[in-house]
């Protein structure tokens, strides 16, 4: 089970931390993924971070601006420097083999309930 915490409304520019957290096994060698949506488009993949070997990964539109990291059975989504166009539900991801890549929904078997992101202007 995933839980995810950590939204809330904030101005552009301010910086927000998305937790995950992992219970109910250990993930600790999982992908760990965190996607977003906003309203009226699909699903997009934002960032990961392979349980295995510690490897990180970006969607374009946040590198540099997001890390993502894990603590124990916690994955987190530091996000600095908001952008209106960062608005959506936040989802947190969870891959036993990331058989498809780290990008693909479909690699993730489980997922949490969503946190909302709003970013002001």
């Known amino acids: 089970q995933l839980q995810a915490s950590g939204g809330g409304l904030v101005q552009a520019g301010d910086s927000l931390r998305l937790s995950c957290a992992a219970s109910g096994g250990t993930f600790s060698d999982y992908l760990m993924g965190w996607f977003r949506q906003a309203p009226g488009k699909e699903r997009e993949f934002v960032a990961a971070?392979?349980?295995?070997?510690?490897r990180t990964y970006y969607a374009d539109s946040v590198r540099g601006r997001f890390i993502v990291s894990n603590a124990q059975n916690t994955v987190y989504l530091q996000m600095n420097s908001l952008q209106p166009e960062d608005t959506a539900v936040y989802y947190c991801?969870?891959?036993?083999?990331?058989?498809?890549?780290?990008?693909?929904?479909?690699?993730?078997?489980?997922w949490g309930q969503g946190t909302q992101v709003t970013v002001s202007s």
């Open positions: 991801a969870a891959s036993e083999n990331g058989g498809f890549g780290y990008s693909p929904s479909g690699s993730y078997e489980y």
């Open positions: 971070f392979a349980g295995r070997n510690g």
